[in-house]
């Protein structure tokens, strides 16, 4: 799959003149191909993911708690919740659901290592020393 990332400015596609070429190119040897535009997301990556369960069981280890408890504890205590209503009115049935880690930004997810590291009082290891690139 070829895949070329464009920017915008003033609402239009802003291609670099190589990536123009590039792509009339790809056109003309591909006249049966169909395109699809996507946004690009900006959502936390696996790398920080894999960051994160790599601090959780550093925390883990220096609190006695287990790794999962400690992610509900996190997110509990530190992302906001989403009253959600059965039958869209409220009533016995309501209850607040906490965000998911997996929708939040990349830099959101950042700054929610950050807390969890100043309310454990535990440092994050260093992620290129510990294997992880932290895009």
Same mark, same amino acid.
């Given at each position: 799959?070829?895949?070329?990332?464009?920017?915008?400015? $003033?609402?239009?596609? #802003?291609?670099?003149?190589?990536?123009?070429?590039?792509?009339?190119?790809?056109? @003309?040897?591909?006249?049966?191909?169909?395109?699809?535009?996507?946004?690009?997301? $900006?959502?936390? @990556?696996?790398?920080?993911?894999? &960051? !994160?369960?790599? &601090?959780?069981?550093?925390? /883990?280890?220096?609190?006695?708690?287990? /790794?999962?408890?400690?992610?509900?504890?996190?997110?509990?205590?530190?992302?906001?919740?989403?009253?959600? %209503?059965?039958?869209?009115?409220?009533?016995? !049935? #309501?209850?607040?659901? @906490?965000?998911?880690? @997996?929708?939040?930004? %990349?830099? #959101?997810?950042?700054?929610?290592?950050?807390?969890?590291?100043?309310?454990? $009082?535990?440092?994050?290891? $260093?992620?290129?020393?510990?294997? &992880?690139?932290? #895009?």
């Amino acid at each position: 799959m070829k895949v070329w990332l464009v920017e915008q400015k $003033n609402k239009k596609p #802003d291609l670099t003149d190589w990536q123009l070429a590039d792509f009339a190119d790809f056109c @003309t040897q591909n006249p049966k191909v169909k395109f699809r535009l996507t946004p690009l997301e $900006n959502k936390r @990556t696996l790398s920080q993911n894999n &960051y !994160y369960w790599l &601090y959780l069981t550093i925390v /883990a280890r220096e609190t006695g708690n287990d /790794a999962e408890d400690l992610h509900e504890f996190f997110k509990s205590k530190l992302l906001p919740r989403k009253m959600i %209503k059965i039958h869209g009115k409220k009533g016995e !049935y #309501d209850f607040q659901k @906490t965000k998911s880690t @997996t929708k939040l930004s %990349k830099a #959101d997810f950042g700054e929610y290592l950050e807390k969890i590291s100043a309310m454990v $009082n535990i440092e994050m290891p $260093n992620p290129r020393d510990a294997g &992880y690139y932290i #895009d």
